[in-house]
C-alpha cells in the first residue's frame, strides 16, 4: 500500500554518533529541512533513528526516494514515511475534520487555540507554591515544615491560610519592586483578562 504524501521522513539504521547536523545537512540536499529530530535514550546517546520534517511533501517524496538505501556514514539508512509527530499532531490548520481526531487531541488543539487568543501576561502575577514556602522558609530562617507548622497536622487548614497569606506578602513584594523599576504589573496582569 502506497503511504500517503507526508513532509516527514523516519529514517532508520543511522549511526549512533551521527548528529542531528549532520544529519540535516545530508538531506538539506534534496530541500528546505524545517526539522531533524534525533532520539536519545536514557543515556543521552542516539537510538539510531531520527525524523526528518521538510517544508515541502514534494522534497520529502524526493528525499525518500533518492536517499532510502544508501550510505550515509558507513550505514546503509533506510528512509520511510513518517506519521506526523505526536507533539505537533497536523492540528491548528483550516479544514481539519475533527471528528476524526482523538480525545486528546481535540483537547490540545482548543489548549493552542485559546493560547493564540490570550495574551502571555495573565500570569505575570502568578507565584508557585513551593516558590512561596521556599522564600518564606529562607527569609525567617524556618524548615518548610515550620512554615507550614505541618507537625499539627494538616486537617485544620491551617497550612492553606498560611501559604495564602506568604503568597500575597510576596505577590506584594514583587509588585513594589517592579513598580520602582517601572513596570506596572496592573498592566501586565489585566492585559490577559486572567489575571490571578
Request: contains cysteine; charged residues 30%; aromatic residues 6%.
Amino acid at each position: 500500500a502506497a503511504a500517503t504524501p507526508s513532509d516527514r521522513l523516519f529514517v532508520r539504521n543511522l549511526p549512533f554518533s551521527a548528529t542531528e547536523d549532520e544529519i540535516r545537512a545530508h538531506f538539506e540536499s534534496h530541500g528546505a529541512v524545517s526539522e531533524c529530530h534525533v532520539p536519545l535514550d536514557d543515556g543521552a546517546r542516539s537510538k539510531g533513528y531520527a525524523f526528518v520534517r521538510f517544508a515541502k511533501s514534494d522534497d520529502a517524496r524526493r528525499a525518500m526516494e533518492n536517499s532510502d538505501g544508501t550510505d550515509f556514514q558507513g550505514r546503509l539508512m533506510h528512509v520511510l514515511p513518517g506519521r506526523p509527530s505526536r507533539d505537533q499532531p497536523s492540528l491548528g490548520g483550516e479544514g481539519i475534520d475533527e471528528s476524526k481526531l482523538t480525545y486528546k487531541q481535540r483537547m490540545e488543539l482548543e489548549r493552542k487555540r485559546k493560547a493564540e487568543g490570550a495574551s502571555a501576561g495573565w500570569s505575570a502575577g502568578f507565584i508557585r507554591d513551593d516558590a512561596v514556602v521556599d522564600n518564606l522558609s529562607d527569609r525567617l530562617g524556618l524548615t518548610k515544615s515550620d512554615v507550614l507548622d505541618v507537625k499539627g497536622g494538616l486537617s485544620s487548614g491551617d497550612a492553606a491560610v498560611r501559604l495564602a497569606l506568604g503568597e500575597t506578602h510576596v505577590r506584594e513584594e514583587n509588585r513594589e519592586y517592579f513598580k520602582g523599576h517601572g513596570v506596572d504589573m496592573d498592566a501586565l496582569i489585566s492585559s490577559g483578562g486572567k489575571g490571578r
